[in-house]
């Protein structure tokens, strides 16, 4: 089977499309067949390298996956082949005190497949082998280049908002990266639960998209400042909830912008991993400065019921081939991509 594999880190140039042996499942797992695989920055991240992180090689990236089964082990029991399916990517335990609590995410065997687990173990692959128990059904109302743009994005925002940070009606929403892969699915969880999104995007384009979406108030951080409208906008309250994840770039922005007791929730430092805090505002304003990190399966499972009413809906920007990861990689290092891009590997045909 044809993968996109990478033995050292680098560019895009260390990417190589080519043959690798078709994983061997174990009697808890599932062999699928990938019809289409979205990019994400853990893409990016684990080709660079990342401080203090090890990527296990040879490494086979992407942490979404949609596809059809092919084979399940002897043990298995929620699939057989033939299902249509999509990769939650929260590997761990499920053995210890969290796993058995629901919280898995705070497993510390805890790995993100396909960013942190190898080697030759991601999505950006003809086949792959996963836990049975990281299988979900593919929602039918989704071509699989949808329903493979998801998972990640959707669990990591659902987390953030709802368990995290505990959005409620009426709450003023600032959503930085407003029209990427995890402010889309910010703009219409906030909408879900009756907040009101504040979205933040790089051009007006990308601001009619968040829109349409349901962001009630746009900002272009091209042209606008953003703390200033932000006040302008809640009287100068400030927001209830700042969604962060560009970190650097931004961090002091948000934490003036949030309001008195209001939550900053941080999954991502796309643009620096050092935020300069001024400490008085942490403490004079008691502000809740919260981290979060993807989700559980769980929350995937409530999160997508709401995708199959079309409460919640995917934006795929690009399709591309999925030998031309490297091309999707620099689209994203250069610019703030519109939704998603997603690769859809060569053999396995698409509808
Ligand atoms: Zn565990």
Redesign the pocket.
């Known amino acids: 089977m044809k993968a996109l594999v990478f033995e050292g880190h680098g560019g895009v140039e260390v990417l190589q499309y080519r043959d690798v042996a078709e994983p061997e499942v174990s009697p808890n797992d599932v062999l699928v067949r990938v019809k289409a695989t979205a990019c994400n920055y853990n893409d990016i991240w684990a080709r660079r390298g990342m401080p203090g992180m090890s990527v296990i090689f040879p490494h086979i990236s992407g942490s979404d996956a949609a596809g059809e089964v092919v084979k399940a082990g002897s043990e298995v029991r929620n699939v057989q082949p033939g299902d249509e399916v999509v990769v939650h990517c929260g590997v761990?335990?499920?053995?210890?005190?969290?796993?058995?609590a629901g919280v898995?995410v705070?497993?510390?065997?805890?790995r993100i497949w396909g960013f942190q687990t190898g080697p030759l173990d991601g999505a950006h692959s003809e086949l792959i082998r996963v836990p049975a128990y990281n299988v979900l059904a593919k929602p039918k109302n989704l071509s699989w280049e949808e329903a493979s743009s998801l998972p990640l994005t959707l669990v990591t925002a659902w987390r953030k908002l709802v368990t995290r940070a505990q959005v409620k009606p009426g709450d003023f929403v600032l959503i930085w990266g407003a029209a990427g892969g995890l402010g889309i699915m910010a703009i219409q969880i906030a909408r879900l639960f009756k907040a009101r999104p504040i979205a933040v995007a790089s051009s007006d384009d990308k601001l009619q998209v968040c829109e349409r979406l349901g962001a009630e108030f746009l900002i272009n951080r091209k042209k606008q400042d953003v703390l200033d409208e932000v006040r302008r906008i809640t009287g100068r309250r400030g927001a209830d909830i700042v969604f962060e994840h560009p970190g650097g770039a931004t961090w002091q922005t948000s934490v003036q912008a949030v309001r008195r007791g209001g939550t900053i929730v941080t999954s991502g430092a796309t643009s620096g991993h050092e935020g300069l805090t001024d400490l008085r505002h942490v403490f004079f304003r008691q502000l809740n400065v919260m981290g979060s990190t993807l989700g559980s399966k769980a929350e995937l499972i409530q999160a997508m019921r709401f995708v199959e009413t079309g409460d919640i809906k995917p934006v795929v920007s690009e399709i591309l081939p999925l030998k031309e990861a490297g091309r999707a990689q620099v689209v994203m290092e250069n610019s703030e991509v519109l939704g998603k891009i997603v690769l859809v590997p060569d053999g396995n045909g698409s509808h």
């Open positions: 761990s335990c499920r053995n210890c005190e969290a796993c058995a898995d705070f497993c510390r065997e805890f």
